[in-house]
């Protein structure tokens, strides 16, 4: 199975700010990882997919690089709305393994 | 594109559970569908897919016992949870894959189901 590190566990920022998570796949996965946004109570959300599309809708102060086994979630110019948790998910193959989720809070 | 689930639940640990999802605003035959859950306070976890055609897979801990199936006709997809565990706890969520990829577009809004005596 293809183990998701994702870091750091929570963060503190404040409005405006730019934050960074990361997410280490314990193998190459060619690039083929999401990032998901989840609202306390709420569903996740489809972010970023391929490791750098934007999925529609989705604000362009979101945005996802890397390759191999290295990833990242870059969210610039934090906006109220963007205090969530996020998750990272292996695309590549069964099982479809999710990071253990990053809580982005306000400082 | 509605997902909404149901059936969830409290049940005693190696009882069984069938929830449904049934799903409006697209295509349903066309898309692959996904069973995901979520443990209280905890992460995403990856339970089962359904392809278009009706070919599954299952995560690990779930294999033997639980069973995903969906009818186009109704337009609903289920999963039929045997012999629960106090473990399977946890908000289950059904999503439709995105166009052909192991990505997830749309998501319900998710089922409680509480295994414990």
């Known amino acids: 199975d293809i183990q998701m590190t994702q870091s750091p566990a929570s963060l503190s920022a404040s409005l405006g700010e730019t934050v960074t998570i990361e997410c280490l796949a314990s193998?190459?996965?060619?690039?083929?990882l999401a990032w998901y946004q989840q609202k306390p109570g709420k569903s996740p959300q489809l972010l970023i997919y391929?490791?750098?599309s934007l999925h529609t809708g989705v604000p362009s102060r979101f945005s996802g690089s890397g390759s191999g086994t290295q990833y990242s979630l870059k969210i610039n110019s934090l906006q109220p709305e963007d205090f969530a948790s996020y998750y990272c998910?292996?695309?590549?193959?069964?099982?479809?393994?999710f990071g253990s989720g990053t809580k982005l809070e306000i400082k | 594109v509605q997902l909404v689930e149901s059936g969830g639940g409290l049940v005693q640990p190696g009882k069984s559970l069938k929830l449904s999802c049934s799903a409006s605003?697209?295509?349903?035959?066309?898309?692959?569908m996904h069973w995901i859950r979520q443990a209280p306070g905890k992460g995403l976890d990856w339970v089962a897919y359904?392809?278009?055609?009706?070919?599954?897979v299952y995560a690990d801990a779930v294999k033997g016992r639980f069973t995903i199936s969906r009818d186009n006709a109704k337009n609903t997809l289920y999963l039929q949870l045997n012999s629960l565990k106090s473990e399977d706890t946890a908000i289950y969520y059904c999503?439709?894959?995105?166009?052909?990829?192991?990505?997830?577009?749309?998501w319900g809004q998710g089922v409680m189901v509480t295994v414990s005596s």
């Open positions: 999503a439709r894959e995105y166009y052909g990829y192991n990505y997830f577009d749309y």
């Open positions: 605003g697209f295509t349903f035959s066309s898309y692959g």
């Open positions: 359904i392809s278009s055609s009706s070919g599954t």
């Open positions: 193998e190459d996965i060619y690039d083929i």
């Open positions: 391929d490791a750098s």
């Open positions: 998910q292996n695309g590549l193959s069964a099982p479809l393994t």
